[in-house]
């Protein structure tokens, strides 16, 4: 497997600091092909030798988890997982800023975690400029089926997201979060099977 190219041109840079910056330089558009390949790979490697793909292409992970098939990313080297992470089939994490997940996370079929974002003024957009924010996700966190978390979101410690939600704000530790926009409707407990598919 070729090595993962390590960036270190200005556009990377202004582009993980959350600052604007063009998507069609020449070094990003390498790094989102080499991610691509990599992709491809991922998607058409027998499950017991997966990982060591997505070890190549993210930034970090735990010794142990696991990610079934269908994944999209657009550089994965923003990518941080922690122990134990899993992430059902079709998920999407657009890395144009760092995505941080914690210990025993775990992303239900075709969540999206999109950091990447564009200039509200319509000249500005047009330029072909655009940036992201950052999204970090704590421990033990269950997103439901579908869900989307927006630019620049954090999520706290043990909380769940229910299915379709769509979460454009942060979410403190320990809390259940529903709808579009995601809405807190109580603190999670200990006990109780509900969970995202039939949140309380």
């Known amino acids: 497997?070729?090595?993962?190219?390590?960036?270190?041109g200005g556009e990377f840079?202004?582009?993980?600091?959350g600052e604007l910056y063009r998507p069609g330089d020449p070094e990003l558009v390498m790094l989102r092909t080499w991610a691509r390949e990599q992709?491809?790979?991922?998607n058409s490697t027998p499950p017991g030798l997966r990982r060591a793909v997505l070890r190549e292409l993210f930034g970090s992970t735990g010794a142990s988890f696991e990610v079934e098939y269908g994944?999209?990313?657009?550089?994965?080297?923003?990518?941080?997982?922690?122990?134990?992470f899993y992430a059902n089939a079709n998920c999407v994490l657009l890395?144009?800023?760092?995505?941080?997940?914690?210990?025993?996370?775990?992303?239900?079929?075709?969540?999206?975690?999109?950091?990447?974002?564009?200039p509200i003024d319509p000249v500005e957009r047009v330029s072909g400029r655009e940036l992201g924010q950052p999204i970090t996700i704590g421990r033990r966190v269950w997103l439901g089926g579908g869900v989307i978390v927006g630019p620049g979101v954090t999520i706290g410690d043990d909380v769940v997201v229910g299915s379709g939600a769509v979460v454009t704000r942060d979410l403190p530790d320990r809390v259940v979060a529903v709808g579009n926009p995601?809405?807190?409707?109580?603190?999670?407990?200990?006990?109780?099977?509900?969970?995202?598919?039939?949140?309380?």
Do not use: C, K, W
């Open 95 to 118: 890395d144009v800023a760092e995505i941080r997940i914690g210990d025993q996370t775990m992303l239900g079929p075709a969540v999206q975690l999109l950091t990447a974002t564009h």
């Open 39 to 42: 992709l491809l790979r991922f």
């Open 182 to 200: 995601a809405r807190i409707i109580r603190e999670v407990t200990t006990g109780g099977a509900a969970g995202p598919a039939d949140p309380p």
């Open 13 to 17: 840079q202004r582009m993980v600091a």
């Open 71 to 84: 994944l999209h990313v657009d550089y994965g080297l923003n990518i941080h997982l922690g122990e134990g």
């Open 1 to 8: 497997m070729a090595s993962r190219p390590l960036p270190s």
